[in-house]
């Protein structure tokens, strides 16, 4: 089966951290509010695609996964390796 790749792990958390910075600066002018909406669209269509368990399809935590690069992850649902590569 695949890896996940490390460029699409990156890209989800530009895309939370984008979220943040939009979001606390969207109190001041509420303009901002849209880019922080699209980073959390970017995020989520992320996670849905690329975030998931090569096995079974299942939900894995984006620090879960930086922690994978690393160290030896097992799935939490199907116990097989997750490996997150380039």
Do not use: S
Not at 45 to 67: A, E, Q, S, T
Request: hydrophobic share 55%.
């Amino acid at each position: 089966m695949g890896n996940i790749k490390l460029k699409h792990v990156i890209a989800a958390f530009l895309c939370i951290v984008f979220f943040v910075i939009f979001l606390f600066m969207g109190f001041g002018n509420w303009l901002l509010f849209i880019p922080a909406v699209c980073a959390i669209i970017g995020y989520v269509v992320i996670d849905k695609r690329y975030l998931r368990c090569p096995h079974c399809g299942h939900f894995i935590n984006l620090d879960f996964l930086f922690y994978a690069r690393t160290h030896i992850y097992h799935c939490k649902h199907c116990g097989k390796i997750v490996k997150v590569d380039w």
